[in-house]
């Protein structure tokens, strides 16, 4: 008796995700979606490397807004693959929070930064102390520092030889060098062979983290057993608390009340204080060193994931549509003198080049599947019911390369961002409706003008300098997606230009 007992309480408890399933989907009108199996949830429809094209398949079935339950978690994700959709909701105060994911509590136990706290004050002002440092960055030496980075990593790519290679390392050791840059003022030979090993290390693990298909996300008991992984993840926060620490001090006796970092911004803001007379007191204990660490970290880490991937985009998209590469040399040849370099004041005089910048984050879509927000409250979006707590991601590969979005939309075509004359259609034009590289709303990235930046220098120097071969059979520009979408593994053969300019 008492094992028939334990038998049906066993099944009771595997069949509870379906039954709940069931009322969600016809009862409290969720977005529809697959019934979930025990333990793994929805994830047996999903592809683990591939998310993006699997949940566009399931759209075909479910509609452009569904749901699915990642794992034995208690709620079901809903995915936007919808424009309008996407407005709806994050414009929407009550879904602009960021969900507590169990890996967070793991790296951040000082408090969150900007990548993962709410939608609140706190947040508010951590995000106009970044933009200020940035626009502080872009005005007074982004070029300069950049320049010297790109430099060195042609240089380096030169020496190796002529024949095909991977030069995926090489681009994130760039990466490391122009976020480390704008962080902390630092540059690659601040560090040593094994620091930057090291600081590549802590990175990769800590940015693995955040995938919503990380297991400790999936099974969040995980973050309380004395695993490998988790004590991994505990050195890893300690390595960076003490460093950003020491970089910190080293800041507070060299700062002169100039800006040229954003740390600058922080011991700014330590030692004079801002204006935070619209916050209450204890919201004014939560803007500590720590938590301003934390968002100097949450900007280092996606500045040198994001920088990477689309510079690794950018290689292969130039190196498949050769034609492409050579109207961006043509462009330069014609506007730029032989004796200038290419900085950031050179994009308006360069609109076709500029138009490619924009055409590779389409085709590239490197946010993947966005950042998550979760909703606060019961919310309705598109008819249906999203209820408090539920974790929200956006399809952007999905409307980035839809056809019902974009004519032609496996072509790369930047023309399609110019008008008539030949110049960068505005911003209010239709075209733009469904471009969403940097999200969209209250809660878009905080490092957008850096990104654009530096794509246009990376791009305009590349083809100023290189010649472009892929030597790679790669038939679809489709990648493998986590936290963001990386290319396909390719290898590519660059020459120097013999005549530059």
């Known amino acids: 008796m008492i094992f028939l007992i334990l038998l049906v309480c066993l099944v009771c408890l595997l069949l509870y995700p379906a039954l709940e399933d069931i009322y969600l989907l016809y009862i409290e009108k969720v977005p529809p979606g697959p019934i979930s199996l025990p333990i793994i949830g929805g994830l047996y429809k999903l592809n683990s490397s591939k998310p993006h094209l699997k949940l566009q398949q399931l759209t075909k079935r479910y509609g452009e807004i569904m749901s699915i339950r990642f794992g034995p978690s208690s709620s079901r994700t809903v995915i936007i693959h919808n424009t309008k959709f996407v407005q709806e909701l994050y414009n929407n105060q009550k879904a602009l929070d960021r969900p507590d994911l169990p890996f967070f509590e793991l790296i951040t136990p000082h408090g969150a930064g900007i990548g993962s706290r709410p939608y609140d004050k706190i947040w508010m002002l951590h995000t106009r102390i970044v933009k200020l440092a940035l626009h502080k960055v872009c005005q007074n030496s982004l070029s300069e520092k950049v320049m010297e980075t790109f430099e060195v990593l042609f240089n380096r ?19 490391l060098d122009i976020t480390s840059s704008i962080c902390y003022g630092f540059h690659d030979d601040d560090w040593t062979s094994d620091q930057m090993n090291l600081l590549l290390k802590d990175h990769d693990k800590a940015m693995s983290g955040l995938s919503p298909f990380n297991p400790i996300n999936i099974f969040p008991f995980i973050k309380n057993l004395p695993v490998r992984l988790v004590k991994e993840i505990k050195d890893i926060t300690q390595r960076r608390d003490e460093l950003n620490q020491r970089i910190y001090d080293r800041h507070v006796e ?3 009340g100039e800006v040229h970092d954003v740390m600058d911004i922080i011991v700014d803001v330590m030692e004079n204080g801002y204006n935070t007379s619209h916050i209450t007191d204890s919201q004014k204990k939560q803007m500590d060193l720590k938590s301003l ?19 690794q985009w950018s290689v292969l998209v130039l190196g498949k549509h050769s034609s492409v590469a ?6 330069l040849q014609q506007t730029v003198a032989m004796d200038t370099s290419v900085t950031t004041e050179s994009r308006q005089h360069l609109p076709y080049t500029e138009a490619c910048v924009y055409e590779i984050l389409r085709v590239s879509s490197i946010t993947g599947l966005g950042v998550p927000h979760i909703t606060r409250e019961d ?21 980035h390369n839809n056809s019902h979005n974009w004519t032609d939309h496996e072509a790369v075509k930047p023309e399609r961002f110019l008008d008539s004359n030949g110049q960068l259609k505005l911003k209010s034009d239709e075209i733009f409706k469904n471009y969403l590289p940097f ?11 850096i990104i654009l930046n530096v794509l246009f220098l990376f791009v305009s120097n590349l083809v100023r300098t290189q010649t ?18 990386k290319p396909p593994a390719y290898k590519v053969t660059l020459n120097p230009r013999v005549c530059q300019f």
């Not at 660490?293 to 510079?311: K, V, W, Y």
């Not at 209250?442 to 003008?449: A, F, S, Y």
């Not at 892929?470 to 038939?475: A, E, G, K």
């Open 254 to 256: 060299n700062y002169t």
């Open 157 to 175: 790519l030169n020496e190796k030889g002529n024949g095909p290679q991977d030069i995926a390392i090489d681009l994130k050791l760039a990466s």
């Open 439 to 449: 999200g969209l709303g209250k809660r878009t990235c905080t490092g957008e003008v």
């Open 468 to 485: 472009i071969k892929i030597d790679n059979h790669i038939s679809e520009l489709i990648g493998n997606c986590d936290m963001s979408h």
């Open 379 to 399: 919310i309705q979006v598109g008819g249906y019911k999203i209820t408090k707590g539920t974790q929200i991601f956006t399809n952007i590969w999905h409307i």
């Open 326 to 331: 050579e109207k961006i040399f043509m462009e």
């Open 293 to 311: 660490f934390m968002t100097l970290t949450c900007l280092s880490m996606a500045g040198i994931d994001n920088m990477q991937s689309i510079m």
